[in-house]
């Protein structure tokens, strides 16, 4: 059966141009891999819901359908067959039928679909698209997010409002505060607000009615930040509203509305001035749980699981001991274990974590884990490495018997010839241990020596460990003939608060160090790492990283290749749109004493530079801003250093447009391969 399914998905869902024979790995094998994602457990635990992502290089984006599988093995199924976007499915409460959101009618509205086959019913025709769909409890209501003009009053005025706005001739935009920008979007009047519908009426209800704040907390949040009480009577959800000083305060709050709208939001976690997020209700409905940091604008603080009896309970920090910081929060049935995710030494893992005590027990160990659902006397999850994307898994309750439930990338796995990695520590910093992975070439010979790409992480609190990457894949460059090195250096996450807090104020420090010792302790270790063929690679801190490195080891690479980096940290300030993040990370704004803006800056050690340069930067990137590129790109040129400059007008910090992807694979490749041949 698993042979059937796997080649069922790829007949119907690889390219034509995919090779049917052995190759090394390259950008087409990891554009054509098929994405797996927001999985659903069904109400008896037997099946489980997934959006399923496809490639269409013709049309240069993605689909996403809805499908559903089986945990006794059965193959999976595909539900949704149309051209549009159909995702966000959750099942309905008596287990018969999924409702989804869909682009098929020309906006993003909700349909209904029953398991057993069956066109999709269309639920709602809003004049406006619809969001973050969530069912309540009772299976009569829905709960979505709808961007609305907090000023205005019913869906039809907004929709009146957006015509007219559309065809006015002028475009200024006028400001009073801001953000004016996030992300990689322009801010206008309206706000993204929580709405519960009674299924089969006429009007939804907006439970945030003349709030001026977003839930779920843009640019990234999601269902994640929507929870409704088993009761059905209590909505609560994350938003943050910080007013005017939202671009440098981080203080998201927890709100609990009656979800009759009978009452206006109340703030649950206002004595807390630092994050707050994710809130889920235990299914008996007798306790609230939520991530919280602590120290208020520091966004890469330990999170921590907080659990409070509803509706009335002191809140307790139940994993305050633990040193890591939990990436989500999964009850189990009987509301006794929280089963969550978390960076832990190069890895993601899975950990279940005992309410009563906070006794917390690692269940999977290697790998990038997440999404952790209980199914009845197992475990589901999404799981993907270095050598695989991700597919959904099944384990018992000890983390013992892991087990593969789908299989849609077994096919193009076997055909593309991967590296094989290996992790490694040495002594970092203040001879402190440091992790690093060292990856192969794809078909690696014994007694040749290979260049080796030096890949270095951005966040800077993140980490590049085993985790198979859409956008900087080791193993792209395993399957051009180069070994990759990449160090999780001080500051990565999944080594302890302390070791991730140790960059903050030290940019240059600590982690160069780190890197550059990393670096020589892979080239003595593997002999295979060729040391007069080093190239360096980076994006965001890791694009800063690279311009350091231009200025303090000028002979030490071949070539670098910088991807939304800062040059200047002082200007940098000015362009961005997160301040509470150099502020934190600086230690204040620029012009207060003691900010560290001129300690480790790249502009300052330009006259050192010698070393030929790529430089990548996004037109929509509101967070590096593009002119940091242009200006690093000007500097290499009037210097007579020989260097390119890849600019995609259509693309934020990342690139996210499969053409866009192919292109600066093409171009890093072809770069760092002139320079080591």
């Known amino acids: 059966m698993k ?20 190759h090394n790995f390259s950008i087409d094998d990891m554009l054509a891999m098929e994405r797996i994602s927001d999985p659903q457990m069904s109400p008896d635990g ?91 409890p009772d299976g009569e209501r829905l709960l979505f997010t709808i961007e609305v003009d907090p000023k205005l009053k019913t869906l039809e005025e907004n929709k009146k409002a957006n015509d007219e706005r559309a065809a006015r001739k002028s475009s200024g935009l006028l400001y009073e505060q801001l953000m004016v920008r996030h992300w990689d979007t322009w801010a206008d009047h309206k706000r993204s607000h929580v709405f519960a519908w009674k299924i089969g009426s006429d009007a939804p209800v907006d439970l945030m009615a003349g ?34 000083e939202a671009a440098w305060s981080t203080n998201n709050d927890v709100w609990a509305v009656p979800a009759d709208g009978s009452a206006a939001p109340k703030c649950l976690t206002g004595a807390n001035k630092a994050q707050d997020g994710a809130p889920s209700f235990s299914p008996d409905g007798k306790r609230l749980a939520w991530l919280a940091m602590a120290r208020p604008g520091f966004e890469a603080d330990k999170q921590v699981i907080h659990v409070m009896d509803w509706p009335a309970g002191t809140p307790r920090a139940l994993t305050a001991n633990w040193d890591r910081s939990a990436g989500e929060i999964s009850w189990s049935k009987d ?34 884990n997440a999404s952790p659902l209980r199914a009845g006397e197992r475990l589901l999850f999404a799981k993907d490495t270095l050598l695989a994307p991700v597919e959904l898994f099944t384990c018992k309750l000890d983390g013992s018997d892991a087990r593969a439930l789908t299989h ?51 966040g800077p609190q993140g980490s590049f460990g085993n985790h198979f990457h859409y956008r900087w894949n080791p193993q792209a460059y395993a399957g051009a003939g180069f070994a990759a090195v990449f160090i999780d250096f001080h500051g990565s996450t999944g080594y302890g608060q302390a070791f ?55 002979g030490r690479f071949k070539a670098l290749v910088n991807h939304d980096g800062n040059l200047d940290e002082r200007m940098a300030y000015y362009d961005t749109e997160e301040l509470w993040f150099p502020e934190w990370e600086h230690g204040g704004a620029p ?29 929509l990137d509101y967070r590096v801003v593009d002119t940091q590129g ?18 995609f007008p259509d693309e934020n910090h990342w690139v996210l447009k499969p053409a866009n992807s192919k292109q600066w694979h093409a171009t890093v490749l072809a770069w760092i391969e002139r320079w080591t041949k």
Not at 3 to 22: D, G, N, R, V, Y
């Open 211 to 244: 709030m001026d704040v977003d839930s779920p907390i843009m640019p990234f949040g999601g269902t994640e930040d929507l929870t409704i009480s088993a009761d059905s009577k209590w909505v609560v959800f994350s938003a943050k509203d910080a007013g005017r």
């Open 46 to 136: 037997k099946q489980v819901a997934f959006n399923l992502r496809t490639t269409d290089m013709a049309a240069n984006k993605g689909r996403t359908d809805v499908w559903i599988a089986g945990l006794d093995g059965s193959a999976p199924r595909r539900m949704t067959f149309h051209d549009a976007a159909d995702v966000n499915a959750r099942w309905m409460p008596d287990g018969k039928s999924l409702v989804f959101l869909s682009s098929r009618s020309g906006s993003m509205q909700v349909w209904r679909l029953h398991v057993d086959g069956g066109e999709p019913e269309q639920l709602t025709k809003f004049p406006l698209d619809v969001g973050n769909l969530v069912v309540f």
């Open 335 to 368: 509301s006794a274990t929280i089963y969550t995710s978390a960076a832990d030494l190069g890895n993601q893992s899975l950990f279940s974590i005992s309410v009563a005590d906070g006794k917390v027990t690692r269940l999977v160990a290697d790998g990038t």
């Open 591 to 619: 012009w207060e004493a003691g900010s560290g803006y001129g300690k480790h800056n790249p502009i300052d050690h330009v006259a050192k530079w010698t070393t030929p340069m790529l430089v990548i930067h996004g037109a």
């Open 3 to 22: 042979l059937q399914l796997t080649c069922f998905a790829l007949s119907i869902f690889a390219p034509a141009s995919l090779a049917q024979e052995k």
């Open 630 to 647: 242009i200006s690093t790109f000007t500097a290499l040129q009037r210097r007579g250093i020989p260097s390119q400059f890849l600019y």
């Open 408 to 458: 849609f990338n077994d096919a193009r796995v076997a055909l593309a010839a991967m590296g094989e990695f290996e992790q490694f520590t040495f002594p970092g910093w203040n001879n402190e241990t440091v992790h690093g992975f060292v990856l192969k070439p794809a078909n690696f010979v014994a007694g040749v020596k290979y260049p080796v790409a030096f890949l270095i992480h951005g």
């Open 500 to 554: 991730t807090d140790s960059i903050s104020g030290d940019w240059g420090g600590k982690p160069y160090e780190d890197l550059m010792k990393g670096l020589d302790f892979a080239l003595s270790k593997y002999d295979f790492l060729h040391k007069d063929k080093l190239v360096a690679l980076g994006a965001s801190y890791g694009g800063y990283m690279i311009n350091w490195i231009a200025g303090q080891a000028p």
